[in-house]
C-alpha cells in the first residue's frame, strides 16, 4: 500500500453556481462528513477542491470506496503533498508511482507565484534523470499534478465522482418508491440534482412491519449509499376496500391519484418542494399523457419524473450499475390494483375526481396517513456495504 497523505475531492458543477458557491461547498462538506461516517476526516477547503486527511492508511482507503455515492464531486482520489519546489514534486511522483509504470501528466498552477508553469513542470519531468516511471502523452494512465498556493498536489489514482450537485442543494422530495425496477433508480436521478430524498412505500401487507423487514430494507440500504434515506410505509387495505366496487380498468388511475395526495400531505408535513416518481411516458397503462394528467389534476407540488425519456432497457442497466436491479426482480407481495388486466389508457380528470369522491377516499387518505410510519434510514446508512456497484 503506497503511503498517501490526504484524498482530493474536485468539484462538479458547483463551479456554475457564482455567489451560492459558498453554500454548495459546505453542503458538500456536509455530505462528505456524513457519507464517511466513522472515518472522520480532517476536511480543508482549499478554493476549488478539498483535501480530507485522514489518521491512518485504512481509513483513507476505505473513504474511496463510500466518496463514489456523494454527489457534486467530478473526480477525486488518494494524493501525495509536496512542497512547491521541482525536487520535492519528482520525489512525491516517484513515491506514488511503481518503477516502470507509464502516466501521462496533467499539469495546472491556480497559484501564479511560483516560478515555474505548468508547460515547466512536465518538461522537467520528462528531462529528469531521477523519474523512476515512464511519460507517455497517450497513456490511458494519468498523473495530475496540481499547484496551490500552499504546496502541490499530486494524483495518479483519480476515481470519476458520481457528479451532479450536492444532495439537500436543491431542496427535498417525496419519493414515491414502490418494488419495482423504475423507482430507485428514479430516486437516485432525483439525488443526483441535488434533492433530498424521503421515500413513502404503499404496501400490500396487513402491517408496516412486515414491508419493512421485506425486500423494501434492502433496496433501502442500497439507496442510503447516496444519502439518508428515511421512508414511510403506508398500507393499501383500505384503499383497497374502499375501492372494491369500482369497474377495475379504472383502478389504476385512482390508485396514483391516491398515492400523490397521500405525497402532497407528507410533503407538506416534511417541508418538502417535490414529488418523484419513476414514471417513464407510454411503459406501461398508467403512463399515458391523459393518465398522468388526469391523476395528478390538483396536485400541489411539483412531480418531478426523471425517467420520462428513458427506455425501459436503459432504467435496466442503471439499476443494475446501482445495484438495486437483482433486488427490485425478486417476488414481491404488490398491491393488486397494479395487477389490472385492461386498465383504460385515457381517463380524464372529472371521472377520476367523481370516483375519488363516490369511494370516499379523502377520508381513506386520513386514515391511512393515521397508520403511516416513518422509519428513519440513518441506521442502514451506518452499514454502508461495500459490495454492489
Ligand atoms: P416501478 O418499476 O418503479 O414500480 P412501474 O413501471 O411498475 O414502476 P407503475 O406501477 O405504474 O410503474 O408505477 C409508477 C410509479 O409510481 C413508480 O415508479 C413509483 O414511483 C410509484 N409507485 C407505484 N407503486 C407504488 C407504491 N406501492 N408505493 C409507492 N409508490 C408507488
Ligand atoms: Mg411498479
Partial sequence: MKKYDAVVVHFGEIWLKGRNRGAFIQRLIHNIERNLHGLSPKIANKRDRLL???????????????????????WFGPVKIAKNAPD??????????????????????????????SREIINLFI?????????????????????????????????????????????????LLSGGIDSPVAAVY???RGLDAVYLHVHAFDTNKKA???????????LS??????????PSYLFQSATIKIPAKYELVLFRKFLFRLAEEIAEKENADAIVTGESLGQVASQTIPNMTAAQQGIKPIIIRPLIGFDKAEII?????????????????????????????AMDASTVNRLYADCKLDQVLKRTLALAELQNGDQSFRNLSKSGV
Avoid: W
Fill in 88 to 117: 520535492d514534486i519528482l520525489k512525491a511522483a516517484n513515491s506514488i508511482l511503481s518503477k516502470n509504470e507509464t502516466v501521462r501528466l496533467e499539469a495546472n498552477r491556480s497559484y501564479k507565484e511560483v516560478p515555474f508553469n
Fill in 212 to 222: 419493512s423487514s421485506s425486500k423494501m430494507r434492502v433496496l433501502l440500504e442500497k
Fill in 317 to 345: 442497466d442503471k439499476a443494475k450499475s446501482i445495484g438495486t436491479y437483482e433486488i427490485s426482480i425478486k417476488e414481491y407481495k404488490d398491491v393488486c390494483s397494479i395487477g389490472v388486466k385492461n386498465p383504460s389508457t
Fill in 127 to 175: 528531462r529528469s534523470k531521477n523519474r523512476k516511471f515512464n511519460v507517455d502523452i497517450n497513456s490511458a494512465h494519468t498523473m495530475n499534478i496540481s499547484v496551490i498556493k500552499d504546496f502541490t498536489i499530486l494524483c495518479a489514482d483519480k476515481h470519476n465522482g458520481a457528479g451532479g450537485l450536492p444532495t439537500g442543494s436543491s431542496g427535498k422530495a417525496i419519493v
Fill in 225 to 234: 449509499r447516496y444519502g439518508p434515506a428515511p421512508i414511510y410505509y403506508a
Fill in 52 to 74: 480530507l486527511y485522514f489518521e491512518g492508511s485504512k481509513e483513507l482507503s476505505n473513504s474511496l470506496d463510500r466518496l463514489q455515492y456523494v454527489f457534486g464531486i467530478s
Fill in 190 to 192: 432525483a439525488m443526483k
